[in-house]
Nanobody, 121 residues
Framework: QVQLVESGGGLVQPGGSLRLSCAAS????????IAWYRQPPGDSREVISFITNSGSTNYADAVKGRFTISRDNAKNMAYLQMNNLKPEDTAVYYC???????????????WGQGTQVTVSS
């Protein structure tokens, strides 16, 4: 079992940067793929990036080239570096522990509480 806690959100101006962190407890962290989802106001939750347990990464087109996902299995941590933020990046961001099959991410039942990111001038 894995418990997840996100942090690092906040208010940032367009063009700014934030680094989100996902702290995991539980010995099974290194065996899971980790994904970052986001849920904009009034919209559904969508996966924007994931990283396999071996470090392979994948990004949604909306964030490719601006966001970087990483993980530190020794620290049970995952990160999302977000650069050149845009107002449309405003959302609650969640991390999730799941699995990757045939290049697609499948969410597991492990979610954090989310962290709010607001991009506004």
């Amino acid at each position: 079992q894995v418990q997840l806690v996100e942090s690092g959100g906040g208010l940032v101006q367009p063009g700014g940067s934030l680094r989100l962190s996902c702290a995991a407890s539980g010995s099974a962290f290194s065996g899971h793929a980790i994904a970052w989802y986001r849920q904009p106001p009034g919209d559904s939750r969508e996966v924007i990036s994931f990283i396999t347990n071996s470090g392979s990464t994948n990004y949604a087109d909306a964030v490719k080239g601006r966001f970087t996902i990483s993980r530190d299995n020794a620290k049970n941590m995952a990160y999302l570096q977000m650069n050149n933020l845009k107002p449309e990046d405003t959302a609650v961001y969640y991390c999730n522990a799941g699995a990757v099959f045939s290049g697609s991410y499948y969410s597991g039942g492990y979610w954090g509480q989310g962290t709010q990111v607001t991009v506004s001038s």
